[in-house]
């Protein structure tokens, strides 16, 4: 999530986000079942073989896609330390009210959780990672909610890391009809008048939370594995 270069820092910057709102209780929430004009959001009610008790990080770390699954020319990304202290948000009251640590992804409401990035084509400029989370169904639901909500509050605003400004734009995207409940949501970032484009899409199934985010076309070509696998025992 530390701002290295313009690719890392639109990924991190992804993960910064959109992953750290359910642990603040003073940020702006959905009212649980409601229809949020802010963010594409369905519910489905599809029955799926999905485990009734949140699953532990280790069992979401063996469901996570690997390179085989995605097929050829994928790598795994290594992980890197997270850097959160100096990282501010502007211009977005739901995210500045998180500040520090906090906004920088180190306060997380879901404590079972286990995430992987991969490489195409051996270049960061086509990267895709994915993130499990798991607990009570209501607590999914109501949190991923809330990130959305936020998110989608603020068309811009800008987030500035060490002395590298960020402007992010949102957007509403279409969310595939998959699993229980569905979110998806476009950022455009621009650093240094570059602008890189990073899709994010969340599918809740059961007790578990599917989170895809990366470039848009690898996104819509990996959400389905992703939930398969989520769902498989094996």
Same mark, same amino acid.
């Given at each position: ?12 910057? &992804?993960?910064? =986000? ?49 390179? +085989? ?9 290594? #992980? =890197?330390?997270?850097?959160?202290? @100096?990282?501010?948000? =502007? ?43 798991? @607990? ?21 605003? #800008? ?10 734009? =949102?957007? +509403? ?6 699993? @229980?409940? #569905? ?10 008048? +570059? ?11 059961? &007790? ?15 959400? @389905? ?10």
């Amino acid at each position: 999530m530390f701002l290295r270069t313009t690719s890392a820092a639109v990924l991190g910057l &992804t993960a910064l =986000t959109l992953l750290t709102l359910p642990g603040c209780s003073n940020s702006p929430s959905a009212t649980p079942g409601s229809s949020s004009p802010a963010a594409t959001r369905q519910k489905n009610t599809t029955s799926h073989a999905t485990p009734s008790e949140p699953l532990s990080s280790a069992a979401l770390q063996k469901r996570l896609l690997i390179e +085989r699954d995605l097929g050829e020319g994928y790598t795994l990304k290594p #992980q =890197t330390p997270s850097l959160h202290d @100096d990282v501010t948000v =502007t211009g977005c009251p739901a995210l500045e009210q998180l500040g520090g640590d906090a906004a920088a992804g180190g306060s997380l409401n879901f404590p079972r959780r286990a995430k992987a990035a991969f490489l195409y084509a051996g270049t960061s400029e086509s990267e895709v990672s994915e993130e499990l989370y798991s @607990d009570t169904e209501s607590k999914l639901s109501q949190g991923t909610d809330r990130i959305f909500d936020a998110l989608t509050s603020c068309p811009s605003y #800008q987030v500035v890391a060490g002395s590298t400004p960020v402007d992010i734009a =949102t957007q +509403r995207a279409a969310a595939p009809q998959l699993g @229980d409940e #569905q979110w998806s949501l476009q950022m455009t970032y621009t650093v240094g008048g +570059r602008t890189t484009i990073v899709k994010q899409t969340a599918i809740r199934t059961g &007790t578990t939370v599917v989170l895809v985010a990366g470039s848009p076309g690898l996104v819509d070509t990996h959400i @389905d594995k992703a939930l398969a696998k989520a769902r498989s025992a094996n």
